[in-house]
Each structure stands twice: as C-alpha cells, then as structure tokens.
C-alpha cells in the first residue's frame, strides 16, 4: 500500500476554478498546499478532507478593498485520519496583525510574516507516514539570505525530532543554485526528477510575461519533494496550468526495515 501526494502553491484566491477540478480528479491521499486563506480552507475540506492550517500572514483578499483582509498560510489535508498532528512555527513576525501589502523591504515583510510548518501523521495499510509542508522564506532572485539561514536551522531542528519524514512544499530554495539546497540534501532525498528544470508556470506567474525574467524562471526549481531514506517515490509527475506555481503528483512508499 502506498500514499498518494499532490503539493501545490495555489497562490490565494486567484485560480480556485483550475485548482479545484484538478484536486477531484487526481483525488489524492495527502494535500500540501501553501497560500492558501484561512476562511477558504473549507474548499478543499468539501472534498472529503479534514485539514491543518498554519498562519503566515494577512493578505487582501480584495486588492481594491483594504478592509477584506485574511489570514493567508499553509495547510495539510488528509483523507485518511491524522494519528498525529502539529503545527510549529520556526519564525514569529514582530507585527502579525499588518498587511503584506503594506511592506516596503525585505526587512518590512520580515516583519508581517511568520513561518509555520504543519505535520501530520497517517497511516495507510498499516504503515505511518509523516508529512510536514511550508512556504519557506523567500528571498530576492533566489539569494541566499541570513533571514533563510537562520530559519533553516530552527526548521531542521524542529523536523530532526521526526525518524521519517516527507517534506513537500514551496520551500523557495532553488535547486543547485543556493547553498542551503546542499544542507537539505544532506539529510534528505529529493525526489523532483532532475529533468524537470522548473516549478514555476511561465503562463500564470506574475513576472512570466517579461521576456528578461523568463530565462532565469524557466530554471527556478523551488517546489520540492523530500524524503528520508524510510520512502521511496515508485511515481512522480509534474502538473502546470494550474497556479503561477506548478503541482507534483506523487505516489510514495515505506519502505519496510
């Protein structure tokens, strides 16, 4: 028996109509989904999920309409019963209660954002797998930051306390091209195929229409699926079209030891 697994930054509100058909039709066991509002969590509940969400920042759900203001975060959803569930946040901001929109620097959205990472353990056929997803600290162009140092410290300390672990999410590392990478793959396996160059959908990200970014985002490997040598992913696939991030569909296995 295996686990079915689809992670998925849907970027808030704003692609619900493609979103949601795909998440019924693939139907899968574990769903990691970052940006995603608080209040509209229940969307994907009505699938026949139950679900864990942690805060990461206030967002408009109304670009026009300053008072429509939403708790944004992650969130894990699960058809099969959680045998255990967590929300821990590696990073509390000094000042939750202001919108991103407000932000003017780096130092600003540090400020307004906290970072969770949500953990939920189920069980298929008999054996427990353990799944966390995050949106991970950004950063500019994909630079290496201190604010990303530190916090990868406080997040791997945190997930050292789980013997096996699936780590899936919009972790804004890219892959090869960022040190931090490098620190993450000494401890887990990255089970992107390395001929999948990209997680980002040219079509629907903001800066894919300008034909300066477009090369650096047509190799902007940011949305990853890690494992610890407990798993082996038996089939991986990389679905776009949905969101200005991409979707990976995965089927995972524990390995018996």
């Given amino acids: 028996m295996s686990l079915s697994l689809v992670t998925l930054n849907i970027e808030r509100n704003k692609h619900w109509e493609r979103v949601l058909p795909f998440l019924a039709r693939v139907s899968p066991d574990v769903i990691c989904i970052q940006e995603i509002f608080a209040d509209e969590v229940e969307k994907i509940e009505r699938l026949g999920y139950t679900s864990l969400f942690g805060h990461v920042a206030l967002w408009e759900k109304d670009a026009q309409d300053r008072s429509s203001l939403a708790s944004e975060g992650v969130a894990l959803f699960s058809k099969l019963p959680m045998e255990h569930a967590e929300v821990y946040h590696y990073f509390r901001s000094e000042h939750p209660e202001r919108a991103q929109s407000g932000a003017k620097s780096a130092e600003d959205r540090r400020a307004m954002t906290d970072h969770p990472v949500v953990v939920g353990a189920v069980r298929a056929a008999g054996e ?65 195929p390395r001929d999948i160059r990209s997680s980002i959908d040219l079509d629907y990200h903001k800066a894919g229409k300008d034909p300066k970014e477009r090369p650096a985002l047509s190799r902007l490997m940011v949305d990853h699926i890690f494992t610890s040598p407990h798993y082996r992913v038996t089939e991986i696939s990389q679905k776009c079209g949905l969101s200005d991030h991409c979707a990976f569909v995965a089927t995972i296995e524990k390995i018996k030891r």
């Fill in 128 to 192: 427990l797998y353990t799944v966390a997803t995050t949106h991970f600290t950004s950063s500019s162009r994909g630079s290496c930051t201190p604010y990303q140092e530190r916090d990868l410290v406080n997040l791997l300390t945190y997930l050292n306390r789980y013997q096996s672990l699936i780590l899936a999410g919009d972790l804004n590392i890219p892959r090869s091209s960022h040190k931090l990478y490098d620190r993450l793959c000494a401890l887990y396996t990255d089970q992107v």
